[in-house]
């Protein structure tokens, strides 16, 4: 079965960096799209970033895009996100998340890990 | 930005019922809706993508339809484990993915 287990998280100072991984297993990791999508405490839900099956190919939301980069290793099936210059209004639960169709992403996201916190706090 | 309006906040009713839930969008994006349940503690589940289509596994009682800005997931008869929080979101201008505020289902 499909499952997306995030770590990294954790209590981190403004304006210092973190890096998230996703270690990914019971699909073809190589073949589809994966997303990074965030929810605030207490808050919705905000899509962050996406990499195409190929790691070509990168997109992201407006109020990240500069200072985070999405990638991915499809040798160790593992997806991550390197945080930069963090805010305190990046403080969330990153999710990452499986594209729902193979090759090029639809955006719609058919499997979720667990989620890892992030607290931007000093 | 396309801004997804959802509608109620907070949604009472009783096992059995029929529930409704709106989701409005700023401006037309087409059939590029998807459903999603979440409850306290977990992560989304996809439901509907499509705006009509059940994902992988859901129950035929949860049903989406419509097109353009105006959109509606119907739980036929609730079951006790359907009191969650719903999101819709769109994919209509990707990369710029939008979700709703969210509806709260509760138990009356």
Redesign the interface.
């Known amino acids: 079965q499909v499952q997306l287990v995030e770590s990294g998280g954790g209590v981190v100072q403004p304006g210092r960096s973190l890096r998230l991984s996703c270690a990914a297993s019971g699909f073809t990791f190589s073949t589809y799209g994966m997303h990074w999508v965030r929810q605030a405490p207490g808050r919705?839900?905000?899509?962050v970033a996406?990499v195409s099956n190929d790691g070509n190919d990168k997109?992201?939301?407006?109020s990240v895009k500069g200072r985070f980069t999405i990638s991915r290793d499809n040798s160790k099936n593992t997806l991550y996100v390197q945080m930069n210059s963090l805010r305190a209004d990046d403080t969330a639960v990153y999710?990452c998340a499986k594209d729902?169709k193979r090759g090029a992403?639809?955006?719609?996201?058919?499997y979720?890990?667990?989620?890892t916190l992030v607290t931007v706090s000093s | 930005e396309i801004v997804l309006t959802q509608s109620p906040a907070t949604l009472s009713l009783s096992p059995g019922e029929r529930a409704t839930l709106s989701c409005r969008a700023s401006q037309s994006v087409s059939s590029y809706l998807a459903w999603y349940q979440q409850k306290p503690g977990q992560a989304p589940r996809l439901l509907i993508y499509g705006a009509s289509n059940r994902a992988t596994g859901i129950p035929a009682r949860f049903s989406g339809s419509g097109s353009g800005t105006d959109f509606t997931l119907t739980i036929s008869s609730l079951e006790p484990e359907d009191f969650a929080l719903y999101y819709c979101q769109q994919r209509s201008n990707w990369p710029r993915i939008t979700f709703g505020q969210g509806t709260r289902l509760e138990i009356k």
Do not use: M, N, R, S
């Open positions: 919705g839900l905000e899509w996406v997109h992201y939301a407006d999710y729902q992403a639809d955006y719609y996201f058919d979720w890990g667990q989620g």
